[in-house]
């Protein structure tokens, strides 16, 4: 972190009292790491600290130090007021969902975040495209203070880097990555202890409906585009997370893609590539965002007829690479 930042960020923190920290929809292993780190942080420091996403918090995260702490939109009261805002993960402000009409008025706003599209929304921005996580952000941000990193709060910064960087395997996978895990390590995080909790515990649901999506297995564009789909399934124990890191392991694909229904006539598309084709720009294209390798978006429209537009964008970015 630069200097100017850092200075910024630790006044910033200094001068207010009363926090929210918030963090985007569809929450990630990075974005609960990064509220929740900076939620240690704040009650070290004394501050007083609500934690609120506008959406579910996924059960196999129910393992890191403070989740509980997570509160849902409808918790705000009318009445209730903070002095500063703390956004992390986030890009702009409407991937916050309803909290988004937190940012108004005259609190002031961090943002904290890797994305490089972020549209820089606070009044203080410590944005890093190069970071491999907005945990590794966050971290650095605990860091600013003698905070004792004790082994819950190196579990959480852990468990950040892993989901982010796709347990090592993504090129966020950097030199600083992995090194701030084996610190981490060394602090009391157990990488197998984690792993059992993240990715050992799905349910007999999802896996069905892994076998499902993957039963539906599509290629384009001579292979280089797989394509896998899932219709809306209403059971809660079913976690699609990292269902189109699944396609990643076929040789001779360039881009990823899963579509899973989340209403009638409504998709979300999550996209990964593995070649300098920029899915993010794809998913702009929708209204979406993300990152060059992995991004996603909301579409509406049948499935046929959004799997014909999102070919139709790809097979562009496919020429001009
Ligand atoms: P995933 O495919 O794992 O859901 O998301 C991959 C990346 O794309 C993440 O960095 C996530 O923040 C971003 N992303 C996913 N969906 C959306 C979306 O609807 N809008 C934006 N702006 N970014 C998204
Ligand atoms: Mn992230």
Redesign the pocket.
């Known amino acids: 972190m630069d200097t100017r930042t850092a200075a910024a960020i630790k006044r910033c923190i200094e001068e207010h009292s009363t926090f929210l920290i918030t963090s985007?929809i569809?929450p990630?292993g990075?974005?609960i790491s990064s509220a929740l780190i900076l939620l240690h942080l704040l009650l070290h420091l004394g501050k007083s600290c609500r934690v609120v996403i506008d959406d579910l918090i996924p059960k196999k995260f129910d393992y890191l130090d403070g989740v509980e702490e997570i509160k849902a939109f409808e918790s705000l009261r009318e009445d209730e007021d903070f002095d500063c805002v703390i956004s992390v993960?986030?890009?702009?402000p409407?991937?916050l969902g309803r909290v988004r009409s937190c940012l108004q008025g005259e609190r002031a706003v961090i943002n904290i975040d890797h994305?490089a599209?972020n549209s820089l929304y606070g009044g203080c921005n410590y944005i890093d495209a190069g970071a491999s996580s907005t945990a590794e952000l966050a971290y650095a941000v605990l860091s600013l203070w003698p905070v004792p990193v004790t082994p819950e709060i190196a579990t959480i910064v852990y468990s950040g880097v892993i989901c982010?960087t796709g347990r090592f395997l993504f090129p966020n996978t950097t030199a600083e990555a992995l090194d701030l895990c084996s610190r981490m390590v060394e602090k009391g995080a157990a990488p197998s202890e984690i792993a059992g909790y993240l990715y050992h515990r799905n349910s007999r649901n999802t896996i069905h409906a892994l076998a499902a999506a993957l039963s539906t297995l599509e290629f384009f564009f001579d292979g280089s585009v797989a394509c896998i789909h899932l219709h809306n399934m209403m059971d809660d124990d079913i976690d699609t997370?990292?269902f189109?890191d699944h396609l990643l392991s076929i040789e001779g694909t360039e881009v990823q893609i899963?579509m899973i229904e989340r209403d009638a006539n409504e998709y979300?598309?999550?996209?990964?590539s593995k070649s300098n084709i920029d899915v993010?720009e794809v998913?702009?294209h929708f209204?979406?965002?993300?990152?060059m390798r992995?991004?996603?978006?909301?579409v509406k429209g049948s499935r046929d007829t959004i799997k014909e537009r999102l070919l139709q964008v790809l097979g562009e970015q496919i020429c001009t690479v």
Not at 294 to 298: K, L, M, R, S
Request: hydrophobic letters at 30%; proline letters at 0%.
């Open positions: 985007h569809n990630d990075d974005a993960d986030a890009s702009s409407d991937r994305h599209s982010d997370e990292g189109v899963f979300r598309i999550s996209m990964r993010n998913a702009r209204g979406g965002g993300g990152h992995a991004a996603g978006c909301v």
